[in-house]
């Protein structure tokens, strides 16, 4: 059977305007790689409503989960829970166990829960909260789409308490050989290799250190033996020089 | 006038599988908002041909320019020039003055041009080049869409040959203001400013740093006056405390 695929939508302005590096699209696609679900595509959008909606009905129907990061905070910008409430055409209300998990939170910090606050309990309709052990606000799940929030370490926290919630396959397994010469040394043998293993997926990703051509040559496959098999012939073809 | 829009795709296996962090989005993001063309949506697809094609098609009509990174080497996981020439219907073959750039770096560097090399002057009908001053195999651009390497080094250095050859618009400026309270705290009056801006940009991106919570409140905007009005506002409402 073959593994569940998977998309991310990473939403916010700050990273198309340059201001912030994303970190969770590279954390997230290790993470499925581990439970066996296949990231297949990623977007980044801006805090605009028309894209997160565009960006969320383009790509649920499409793969078996979508995660998004980013916009479900207490300020005007923070718009992706509504957006997907509209892209599902459900409402959107502040939850009643929402509101007690955050008024609980902010009575133990000693800190008001106001109305900028009380805006991250409105969850949309039908969906499934998302445990934040870091901030308390909670993410949802809506359908196959998973909403978590943008800062890394919670957006980590939450990925944490969703993940063992959905079935995963078989694992994504890689193996890496360096080799000491340049990608156009090595890419006609290499190609050859793989188009005798259909079933794996071979990289290469040069490098230059210290003035000297190199390359990462990576096989990436879910059958552990046929991995196995392909890294012996590459290892015959590509005997370590040093 | 507005200034032209632009939308990235990043192409790579080894971006979804979680081997490599891209760093040539936030690179570009950073380039554009200084040169004044606004970066709307990036995208992340595989090395598959189909996939490439179709984020093509959907981003170049949608956009001013498309920038593209990856896929463009000598081995055969290298399959982004020829999935632009179908994007367009065009035909690709070796061209003269890309062989010709290549065979004189390989002869200058003592290396043979072979064939998985010559691979790298395939060029679709009608493009034009885009010079790459650090391993001479050149990127190119056909119609509005821009195809460049995805090893950062070389990504940089073709964007650099790029970006003085398009017409650029009103740099996006912003300024920033560190306040030492939660995003929670300060979001209602900071929602008020930004309704009072609508035509700049209001950010909040909170932070937690030995255990206080802390918000850095970002506007962005083309209009330095208006940009200056809002954060003398800003001032005003968040006074430094310390």
Redesign the interface.
Known sequence: MPNPTAAMLVI????????????N??FL?????RHGID?????????DHG?IVAAVNALRPAYDHVFTSGGI?????DITADAIADAFGVPIAVREDARAILAAHYERAG??F????Q??ARIPEGARLIENPISAAPGFSLGNVHVMAG?PNIFQAMLASLLPTLTGGAP?L?QSLRVDR???????A??AL??QFPDL??????FVRNGAHGTNL?I?GTDAARLDAAMARLAALFPATG
Chains 1, 2 share one sequence.
């Open positions: 916010g302005d700050e990273i198309l305007s340059g201001r912030t590096r994303d970190s699209l590279h696609a290790g993470e499925l790689a990231l297949k595509e990623a977007r980044v959008v801006g805090d894209a905070g207490p300020t005007h910008d800190l008001e106001n109305a900028a606050r805006r991250m800062v994504l890689s340049g990608e156009g040394e090595i890419a006609e290499f190609g793989a188009a997926s071979f990289g290469s990703y040069p990576v990436r």
